[in-house]
């Protein structure tokens, strides 16, 4: 094995295995964005009135919010797997890619705990 071209310094050093997990979860997180989605959407569709006391006297029902919640960490979860792969592509120094997943990061983190305090707060009635 030579040292001295590309193909040489990385020949039988096999994949790095990092990506296979988050091309993995990317696709869990679609499938379940969709069976979510479809029953959301089934949800509201059955409801007598989408004004806010039936909405939120359906979202005090265990049986709506837990769905609710499983809904919103996946789709802000994959969301951030996306973006995290956009950036990774595009942004080409480094200082900037580190920033830009950082912010991306404290966006969804805080992004999804403000929706999940919300449902959480009409589930439990405050």
Avoid: C
Wanted: proline fraction near 3%.
């Amino acid at each position: 094995m030579g040292t001295g071209t590309e193909i040489g310094r990385v020949r039988g050093l096999g994949s790095a295995k990092s990506g296979v997990g988050h091309w993995w979860h990317q696709r869990v997180t679609a499938v379940a964005n969709l069976a979510l989605l479809l029953w959301f959407v089934a949800s509201l569709v059955r409801l007598p009135a989408l004004d806010y006391p039936t909405v939120v006297l359906w979202l005090r029902q265990p049986v709506a919010a837990i769905p609710m919640l499983l809904l919103i960490v996946s789709v802000f979860y994959h969301f951030r797997l996306g973006v995290q792969v956009f950036i990774e592509d595009y942004l080409h120094h480094e200082g900037s890619k580190l920033l830009a997943i950082l912010a991306l990061n404290f966006y969804a983190v805080g992004g999804g705990a403000a929706a999940v305090f919300a449902v959480l707060k009409i589930a439990f009635g405050a």
